[in-house]
């Protein structure tokens, strides 16, 4: 199989990603969907490298540490709105104050 986009291997590394999900599950982070390590992978670990063999993909996959991708999920949040303005946030205010 020759080089082809990133987004092309979604559907064929499925079964990788389902393993890494399962992983993180046993390990205590059930949060971690599909989208958001499909996203972290885009971003962060394929970034420089948009087109890929489906074996190095796979192998990205697999070799995905829960501690990496929890530092991005971490950042991402923070960059993400203030937590003050989310209506949890406001209910939260509204019972201190």
Do not use: C
């Not at 064929?12 to 989208?35: Q, R, T």
């Not at 970034?47 to 995905?64: F, G, M, Q, S």
Request: negative net charge.
């Amino acid at each position: 199989m020759n080089k082809q986009p990133i987004d092309e291997f979604r559907h064929h590394v499925k079964p990788a990603i389902k393993s890494k999900l399962e992983e993180f599950m046993i390990l205590g982070y059930e949060d971690v969907s599909e989208e958001k390590l499909w996203s972290f992978l885009k971003t962060k670990k394929w970034k420089k490298t948009p087109e890929l063999y489906v074996h190095e993909v796979v192998r990205d996959i697999l070799a995905l540490k829960i501690g990496d991708f929890m530092n991005y999920a971490t950042v991402e949040s923070f960059k993400g709105g203030n937590w003050f303005e989310s209506d949890e946030g406001k209910d939260l205010l509204k019972g201190l104050i």
